[in-house]
């Protein structure tokens, strides 16, 4: 809430978001290759990186470049005008993190494509993350290392292979002569380190042979030392430092495989609590989890479910419910699911109902039997919050991204276009009285206009989604993928 100058709290105003960065924008008509495609995205606690995977196997990083020309704050005070930018990223480095494999045991391809990527806590300079596919995680250094050269040699390497004396590494030749009488000295040649860097990505850590389902989660503890990764039917525990041994902290495979209804969707540990993490089902349900209560979790000790509406039920209501993300807020205090249709704010204190809900594209319901026929309906939207709380955001069709204000009483609903021209698509709603609500208890609905159209009025793109996202830790940025392109963009907040 914005505290305003008599003491009473108000709703914020609705950001004007802008385009700010893209990275491997396409040409017109240019095909996209399904190894560029990106497929996670993640900025660290600091916001200084942002780091992606793709469907190749590689992790790109970025680094925040804006305030960084001036080291010290006296530099800083001296200048005439504000520092305050908003922030902006720079190509930093990438590195091949999987390769295909084939699993001979089960005649099973193990495809390359990054699913989740997690920042680690930075120690002397170097930065470490968690990288996964389907079914092997990784542990990963980035470290800036002075470039190493060797001087003062015995040869000059340039004139002997200038004259076709010996080709090849120093040493290696079989034609090479000695001059009459020799050298009238040899030395040991010198490894100078020069001022020059380079950084250097090191794996340092490979977690396998842990899942026998595909890998849809991993979160790290704010503990530091351990983590989560999660399957279709098991969580694990692991030690980062300890790659050989995990525990199994949740199981939800049935005795008889026949008897299974729901499978684990997402998982994440709680941003304080180290004893605390949370896992969605494909049932539409949210558990809360104590480690300290047992050594295998399979009670739970909160339960967030919504009850279903008396006669709404259909053949895709149970489809539609499953959940593909969810996300705590950084003060952990409320929980952000992600369904097909909506999206939902929970709060820890209250299990029955969420304290919001936001259609995402409710113009869809009616096309739900085309959608299952395409598969559409199966795809999996991310969603995030923004680092204050007041607002989240998730992906769309036709690479649109829907922003909402969170705050009781706001009507924020903002449709946005992966595109240098982001409002183009932007639906222009009636203006109406705002709601007023007694309590967070009362669950809000809103963002569901043009309920038979898409944002355009026209044809929806189903080829061109937007799944995943991610918001930057303490300003209003937000990083998207569309296809192989990483588009960025930000907001002021607008003075009342």
């Known amino acids: 809430m914005i505290p305003l100058g008599n003491g009473e709290v108000g709703v914020p105003l609705p950001l004007e978001w802008k385009f700010s960065q893209v990275f491997g924008e396409r040409a017109a008509g240019e095909e996209v290759q399904e190894v560029d495609i990106i497929s996670a995205i993640e900025f660290d606690k600091s916001g200084e990186?942002?780091?992606?995977?793709?469907?190749?196997?590689?992790?790109?990083?970025?680094?925040?470049?804006?305030?960084?020309?001036?080291?010290?704050?006296?530099?800083?005070?001296?200048?005439?005008?504000?520092?305050?930018?908003?922030?902006?990223?720079?190509?930093?480095?990438?590195?091949?993190?999987?390769?295909?494999?084939?699993?001979?045991?089960k005649s099973l391809e193990i495809e390359e494509k990054i699913n989740k990527v997690r920042w680690c806590q930075t120690a002397n300079g170097a930065l470490f993350l968690l990288s996964t596919n389907d079914k092997t995680v990784k542990y990963w250094k980035v470290q800036e290392k002075k470039v190493k050269k060797i001087c003062d040699m015995n040869l000059d390497p340039s004139a002997s292979i200038g004259n076709g004396r010996f080709s090849g590494p120093i040493g290696a030749a079989t034609d090479f002569v000695f001059p009459p009488g020799g050298f009238p000295s040899l030395h040991l040649p010198v490894v100078i380190v020069g001022h020059e860097t380079q950084l250097v990505p090191r794996c340092r850590r490979v977690y396998a042979h842990a899942h026998d389902y595909h890998i849809n989660s991993i979160s790290n503890n704010s503990d530091g030392e351990t983590f989560i990764s999660a399957d279709d039917l098991r969580i694990n525990l692991w030690n980062i430092e300890i790659s050989n041994q995990s525990f199994n902290i949740v199981d939800v495979k049935p005795v008889n495989m026949e008897d299974l209804t729901e499978v684990i969707t997402s998982a994440e540990f709680h941003?304080?609590?180290c004893n605390t993490l949370a896992y969605s089902s494909s049932k539409g349900t949210i558990r809360l989890i104590?480690?300290?209560?047992?050594?295998?979790?399979?009670?739970?000790?909160?339960?967030?479910?919504?009850?279903?509406?008396?006669?709404?039920?259909?053949?895709?209501?149970?489809?539609?419910?499953?959940?593909?993300?969810?996300?705590?807020?950084?003060?952990?205090?409320?929980?952000?699911?992600?369904?097909?249709?909506?999206?939902?704010?929970?709060?820890?204190?209250?299990?029955?109902?969420?304290?919001?809900?936001?259609?995402?594209?409710?113009?869809?319901?009616?096309?739900?039997?085309?959608?299952?026929?395409?598969?559409?309906?199966?795809?999996?939207?991310?969603?995030?919050?923004?680092?204050?709380?007041?607002?989240?955001?998730?992906?769309?069709?036709?690479?649109?991204?829907?922003?909402?204000?969170?705050?009781?009483?706001?009507?924020?609903?903002?449709?946005?276009?992966?595109?240098?021209?982001?409002?183009?698509?932007?639906?222009?709603?009636?203006?109406?009285?705002?709601?007023?609500?007694?309590?967070?208890?009362?669950?809000?609905?809103?963002?569901?206009?043009?309920?038979?159209?898409?944002?355009?009025?026209?044809?929806?793109?189903?080829?061109?989604?937007?799944?995943?996202?991610?918001?930057?830790?303490?300003?209003?940025?937000?990083?998207?993928?569309?296809?192989?392109?990483?588009?960025?963009?930000?907001?002021?907040?607008?003075?009342?």
């Open 49 to 105: 990186h942002l780091a992606t995977g793709d469907r190749g196997g590689r992790v790109v990083l970025f680094e925040r470049t804006d305030g960084k020309n001036y080291a010290f704050r006296k530099d800083q005070e001296k200048m005439d005008y504000s520092n305050a930018r908003h922030p902006e990223f720079r190509y930093k480095t990438e590195f091949q993190s999987h390769e295909p494999e084939f699993d001979y045991l």
């Open 271 to 273: 941003p304080t609590h």
């Open 290 to 496: 104590d480690m300290r209560q047992s050594a295998l979790c399979d009670t739970h000790a909160k339960l967030f479910e919504e009850r279903e509406t008396p006669g709404s039920r259909s053949f895709f209501t149970e489809i539609i419910a499953s959940i593909s993300d969810i996300k705590f807020g950084k003060d952990g205090r409320h929980i952000l699911s992600r369904d097909y249709m909506t999206l939902k704010l929970w709060d820890l204190n209250m299990e029955s109902s969420p304290v919001a809900t936001f259609q995402v594209h409710e113009y869809l319901r009616p096309k739900l039997c085309d959608l299952y026929e395409n598969d559409s309906i199966f795809d999996k939207f991310e969603c995030c919050l923004s680092g204050n709380g007041l607002r989240v955001a998730t992906g769309s069709y036709s690479n649109l991204f829907r922003v909402f204000g969170c705050v009781s009483g706001s009507n924020e609903a903002t449709t946005l276009e992966a595109s240098k021209n982001p409002t183009r698509r932007q639906v222009q709603t009636p203006s109406r009285s705002s709601r007023s609500f007694t309590s967070l208890a009362r669950s809000r609905r809103r963002g569901a206009e043009n309920l038979n159209a898409d944002a355009n009025g026209g044809v929806y793109d189903f080829s061109a989604k937007l799944l995943h996202l991610a918001w930057h830790p303490t300003s209003n940025v937000i990083a998207c993928a569309a296809a192989n392109s990483l588009y960025m963009y930000y907001a002021e907040d607008v003075p009342r």
